[in-house]
Nanobody, 122 residues
């Protein structure tokens, strides 16, 4: 069983930064995908960023390109999403998802974290 545990959300002013963490044993595999998704109140869930280990590639939705960046810590079995220059429009519950042997970097995903709230407000 491969659980996903995410954390790092909080309240930050516009222009500030947060780092989200996603911990999972799936990172011991050679082929996996990690996706970050978010859902704002009253809106549909949207894909924010994903990482495909097989091709060592990352992808970002257009509105976060240049502001959000993946990183990793193999010793802690954790990947991070560094979020900078945050905007009020980034306010949402952020979810980490993990998938072994993915068909696509963007999903489908079987295993999801519980979500962490990111609030960008002055």
């Amino acid at each position: 069983q491969r659980q996903v545990v995410e954390s790092g959300g909080g309240l930050v002013q516009p222009g500030g930064s947060l780092r989200l963490s996603c911990e999972s044993s799936i990172f011991t595999l050679d082929d996996y995908a990690i996706g970050w998704f978010r859902q704002a109140p009253g809106k549909e869930r949207e894909g924010v960023a994903c990482l495909a280990s097989r091709d060592q590639r990352t992808f970002y939705m257009d509105s976060v390109k240049g502001r959000f960046t993946f990183s990793g810590d193999s010793d802690k079995n954790t990947v991070y999403l560094q979020m900078s220059s945050l905007k009020p429009e980034d306010t949402a519950v952020y979810y980490c998802a993990a998938e072994p042997f993915p068909t696509s970097c963007w999903g489908p995903y079987d295993t999801w974290g519980q979500g962490t709230q990111v609030t960008v407000s002055s």
